[in-house]
């Protein structure tokens, strides 16, 4: 797993290593969306957010809710992951459902492309939504590893 802070100890990007190429895309657009550059410095990971990934992964899904997080996306993009942080583990719902609960019942496959914009994944959970039928669709990580996480957190 990468896991990409910022120096004010927020969430800028978490992927998994064999995806690197596409988190650094993310945050080239993220960055160009701010108007800035970045540059990555190794140093360790802050001690809230090194606790909260270990309680997930330990099945305490709680404390990930707590990791301050900043993206760069749009308006839309921060509505959509606002929506997401607010699905409960074990949970998952489709893209259609999510696109109502946003009041954007036609925009299901904006919420769908904003979902796969999401540099933050566990964290910003996109792998909780999945298709209308209850298929596993689409995943950043891939979807063994979507398989797995909602496995690991007793989605039915």
Known sequence: MLVITDQQERLRALDWREYEDRMHRLLQLHAKK?????ELKPRPLPTAIHKALDAYFAGNFVP???IPVYTAGTVFQQAVWQALRNIPAGTTLSYGVLAKKL???QAVRAVGAANG???VGIVIPCHRVI????SMTGYGGGLERKRWLLTHENAS
Do not use: I, W, Y
Request: proline share 6%.
């Open 103 to 105: 009041g954007r019942s």
């Open 117 to 119: 914009a999401n540099p």
């Open 64 to 66: 990930v809710n707590d």
């Open 131 to 134: 298709g209308m039928d209850g």
């Open 34 to 38: 701010e108007k800035t550059t970045f």
